[in-house]
Nanobody, 131 residues
Framework: TERLAESGGGSVRTGGSLRLSCVVS????????IGWFRQSPGQEREGIAS????????YYADSVKGRFTISEDNAKRTVFLQMNDLKPEDTATYYC????????????????????????WGQGTLVTVSS
């Protein structure tokens, strides 16, 4: 059974940066893809970045493209999300997740992310950006 544990959230001002980490334990089913999504109270899940482990192919939602970077350290079984130029609208709880087969890559960031598309996700880490 895979488990994911996020860390690195916090409070920053507009324009600030944070680096989130996700440690993955257990096997990674499906397409060997890990993604980050975020959700605010009353809002739908938004898939923002995904990466194929080993291939390093990455995908981003338009809302974060050019500001966020997803990367992985396979030896440490850790996936990172470097977030630069943060804006108040980036405020949300951020989760790392394993998408089900066929729901990774581009499909993870293509629109509203459904829970049924996910194999597993972590407990989340809160990011707050103030103006």
């Amino acid at each position: 059974t895979e488990r994911l544990a996020e860390s690195g959230g916090g409070s920053v001002r507009t324009g600030g940066s944070l680096r989130l980490s996700c440690v993955v334990s257990g096997s990674i089913p499906g397409d060997y893809c890990i993604g980050w999504f975020r959700q605010s109270p009353g809002q739908e899940r938004e898939g923002i970045a995904s990466i194929y482990i080993g291939d390093d192919m990455t995908y981003y939602a338009d809302s974060v493209k050019g500001r966020f970077t997803i990367s992985e350290d396979n030896a440490k079984r850790t996936v990172f999300l470097q977030m630069n130029d943060l804006k108040p609208e980036d405020t949300a709880t951020y989760y790392c997740a394993v998408p089900k087969a066929g729901h990774g890559g581009y499909w993870f960031v293509a629109g509203t992310l459904q829970e049924k598309s996910l194999e597993a996700w972590g407990q989340g880490t809160l990011v707050t950006v103030s103006s």
